[in-house]
């Protein structure tokens, strides 16, 4: 089954919470047609079905904590088999969130052909994320939590941008500007591919 997407166009979009990899996302499948897989969103979805499984990840995801690297990979690559015969590529977005997870990652689906980089400031992204947590709904939408996953992108996901930056695959849009400025950056590095 994974012989299936060996050799599909994969995109990783990796920024801190709230700087727009959702947002730019969509904007990439209505222009393009790729299938957008959010990491986050998955396991939102594992959440809201009740299982088990999900009461778990949600008591992690409330603190602003990682999930475990085999589960998050997991249910990535299911959803990467299940829409491999109609995706024109794929934007796997909030993942890697450490070094460790790109490397399995290409050890168990393949490789990326770009890491886009959505890069917003700090007070930008708590900003952005307390308006949203205002209707989103999101357990993790809340100041204390925040600020726990402000840090621990810091701490865990920043050394995965150096890591792709050493084999030249980073293309870093500011996502200080208009959702639609920063989206004519990011089709400038999908155009490119
Ligand atoms: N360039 C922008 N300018 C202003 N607001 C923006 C911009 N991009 C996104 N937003 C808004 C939309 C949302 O309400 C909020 C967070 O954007 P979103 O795309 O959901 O971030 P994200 O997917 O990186 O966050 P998370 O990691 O929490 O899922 O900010
Ligand atoms: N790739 C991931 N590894 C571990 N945990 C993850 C991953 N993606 C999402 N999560 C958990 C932890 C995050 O705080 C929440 C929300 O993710 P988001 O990308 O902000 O929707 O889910
Ligand atoms: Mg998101």
Known sequence: MADKIKDAKIIFVVGGPGSGKGTQCEKVVAKYGYTHLSSGDLLRAEVGSGSERGKQLQAIMQKGDLVPLDTVLDMIKDAMIAKADVSKGFLIDGYPREV??????????????????????????VKRLMKRGETSGRADDNEETIKKRLDLYYKATEPVIAFYEGRGIVRKVDSELPVDEVFSHVSKAIDAL
């Open 100 to 125: 460790k997870q790109g490397e399995e990652f290409e050890k168990k689906i393949g490789k990326p052909c770009l890491l886009l980089y959505v890069d917003a400031k700090g007070e930008t992204m």
